[in-house]
């Protein structure tokens, strides 16, 4: 199963406005886009409390500038929730109150619902209690409304587009990785055909790469094929030298101890790509990890991180989506 978090996170800090264009185009039109926009990520944790931290769902702050001016700044929380949830639309109330309480400013509560369940779509938190009557409502978008538009958003210039059809080809492909490896291949390969530049490319293949994960067995055929496609191309996503890597660890893997041989393929890209002092730190981390299945995960994404750091939001939903797969 995808980590959906880490992938949403990113996708929504690298294609902010493209996602509210496709998404929530009301919106989009009311902001003032020559302003640019400013991420409060931080400043949302400070009024999330420790004890909800382990479990939230993916959340973005954003300061924008509206078109029609009657304000200098206002804020745009989203919040991409994969799984249905029952006390969602009251945390939705909760955050909205608090945002609009610290800063003293509007605020615009924004629902993007990636769940599966067809007819799941709150959009209300009520409350009543002795005459006092309250009720929030907000915007939302469900993604499964996209299912049936594959052929738009594949064509789409908008690269959010894109996400959105990769989101939606995960949850499908699910328990197919032969069908999963297709649609991975097909979205990669549109990428290079829309005439987007190498830093594009580059950008979404990362996130694609992320959200359709596949099975090992998988990977090394989808790094070959790669392989021809960046030769016709001549636009390396990653480099030969980094392939042979991961080549390296999945074969490792596969014939001296699954465990320890994904490690070292994990530490040999981690080192090709970063040096082995920026690396050992995270190792050290990595070699604690008990699963195969989060190392596998981990192997996969080390070839498109930007820092060694940023694989731990990777291990930290995986483990948590593996905890929970124990419990059902």
Known sequence: MAVFDSPWKESLDAYFEPFLQLC????????????????????????????????????????????SGEEEWILVHVEVQSQAETIFPERMFVYHYRLRDRYNRKVASLAVLGDEEANWRPDCYRDELLGCWLEFRFPI???????????ELEVSDNPFAIFVLAHLKSQETMNDSS?????????????????????????????????LDLPLEWEEQFSEQMSLLEEEKQMPYVTSIERLALKKGLEQGLEQGLEQGLLDGI?????IRFGAAATASTMTKIRKLPSAEILGTILQAAKTIDRPEDLEDLWTGKS???????RE
């Open 320 to 326: 948590e989506e593996l905890r929970r797969k124990d």
């Open 24 to 67: 929530f185009p009301a919106v989009h039109r009311e902001i003032d886009w020559t302003h640019g926009y400013e991420s409060l990520d931080k400043e949302l944790q400070k009024i999330s409390p420790a004890s909800e931290t382990g479990h939230r769902v993916v959340d973005k702050l954003m300061k924008v500038c509206r078109t």
């Open 267 to 271: 530490e040999s890209v981690l080192e």
């Open 179 to 211: 069908s999963r490896y297709v649609w991975k291949f097909r979205l990669v390969k549109g990428l290079y055909e829309k005439g987007w530049n190498k830093a594009q490319v580059r950008c979404l293949f990362r996130l694609i790469d992320w959200i």
């Open 141 to 151: 978008v469900k993604l499964l409304d996209y299912a049936n538009r594959t052929e």
